[in-house]
């Protein structure tokens, strides 16, 4: 038999829920951007990554957990870290999960909660991974389409919610648009809810809208109603910690995180991420730097791009969603040759738009330059 017809003996094996899944998209590989572009010094915008890098802090705890070596598992419970967290939300340990970065928690939640034919509801565009993990579980995903503006849809989301999902998914701010919920928002949100349904709010980007007082916070809001929520943070982006893998989930009961405990991998975060945790929470000036940085950057790069004549949503995040005005699949691979990466978005709708992330002000001019040469060119 030919080899390149046969299919692998696996085949066969994989589920069919798996075999159909799209494949997570990080995004272009940054040596193969330097390769392509010849440059040395590649500007990668396409992960929402930190431009400015952990606390001090973080790094001495990183350089002291080395020199302790690494022979030993990590703490299966993450007791330092999760009562550093309880003690700075006022919430008890026994209510925080840890994960191997939050997307390890949206996997958990679906692995416990999600059956084959359950019904999950969540918004588009969106997270792929608010999609891709319900559906590993062989669960049905709706997407809620956000309004023309890129704002919440309340009468689209009361609909959805109406056919009684068993888990709902909202990322607030938005991933990739940026927008946020406002608090009579995110309040006429919550009322639609079934209170039978497990409400997920993620905020790996809440540090960020934070200083916005129109912001509202998830916890506050959640804490005191009667049904199942749990909210995600994470360290990866405003504290800088995104190669080292952890967030956690603040859930509405003990008895929440006992089931997450029961499908985790016990070691799930290791012990640097840990104690980088730690420090990175210990180090408010820090983190109020980046988030008043970015800000900054945030608003200047948002005038340039809109001076040039392209459309872009308000964001309350460390990234852009921009309308290039025409295929982003080539917009990405010019700006590839320039040596920079951003995310080109694929979901349908959106084709002609790009995510970027933010860098350091000289990053972002080099971006603002080539984007707009790029889309100044493509101009009928
Ligand atoms: C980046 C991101 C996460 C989580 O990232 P981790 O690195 O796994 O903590 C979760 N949700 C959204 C919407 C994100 O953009």
Excluded at 80 to 89: C, H, P, Q, V
Excluded at 144 to 168: H, I, M, Q
Excluded at 244 to 267: K, M, W
Excluded at 271 to 280: G, L, S
Aim: glycine letters at 8%.
């Amino acid at each position: 038999m030919n080899p390149v017809l046969a299919p692998p003996a696996s085949a066969s094996l994989i589920r069919s829920e798996v075999a159909g899944l799209p494949l997570y998209d990080p995004g272009a590989d940054t040596d193969e951007v330097a390769a392509l572009s010849g440059s040395r010094r590649v500007i990668k915008l396409s992960n929402s990554e930190n431009p400015y890098g952990m606390s001090p802090a973080v790094a001495e705890a990183l350089r002291l957990g080395l020199a302790g070596g690494v022979s030993r598992y990590p703490d299966p419970t993450g007791k330092r870290l999760t009562e550093a967290i309880g003690k700075s939300l006022d919430v008890p340990a026994r209510r925080i999960v840890l994960g191997n970065g939050s997307e390890n928690i949206l996997e958990l939640l679906c692995q416990a909660v999600l059956g084959p034919g359950d019904l999950v509801v969540t918004q588009a565009p969106g997270f792929s991974l608010h999609e891709i993990f319900p559906r590993v579980m062989g669960a049905r995903v709706q997407k809620v389409p956000v309004t023309a503006e890129f704002g919440f849809d309340a009468a689209a989301w009361r609909s959805a919610l109406a056919a009684g999902p068993k888990l709902v998914f909202l990322a607030n701010p938005c991933n990739p648009t940026g927008a946020m919920l406002n608090a009579g928002q995110l309040e006429q949100f919550l009322a639609a809810t079934p209170q039978s349904a497990l409400l997920v709010l993620d905020e790996a980007y809440g540090e960020f809208a934070r200083p916005n007082p129109e912001y509202p916070d998830g916890l506050e809001a959640l804490r005191g109603q009667d049904r199942p929520w749990i909210v995600l943070r994470t360290f990866s982006k405003a504290y800088g910690l995104a190669g080292l893998r952890v967030g956690y989930g603040i859930a509405s009961d003990a008895a929440l995180i006992q089931a997450l405990d029961r499908v985790r991998t016990p070691y799930n975060v290791n012990q640097q991420a840990q104690d980088a945790a730690v420090a990175a929470l210990g180090d408010h000036a820090h983190l109020a730097d980046t988030v008043r940085r970015t800000g900054l950057e945030v608003a200047r790069v948002t005038e340039r791009l809109r001076g040039a004549g392209l459309r872009v949503v308000p964001s309350s995040t460390n990234f852009l969603f921009i309308d290039t005005g025409c295929p982003s699949d080539r917009v990405a691979k010019e700006l590839h040759r320039a040596g920079i990466i951003v995310k080109a978005w694929r979901e349908p709708g959106y084709e002609n738009y790009i995510r970027a992330s933010l860098s350091t002000p000289e990053d972002n001019d080099v971006f603002v330059r080539c984007l707009t040469e790029i889309c100044a060119k493509d101009k009928p």
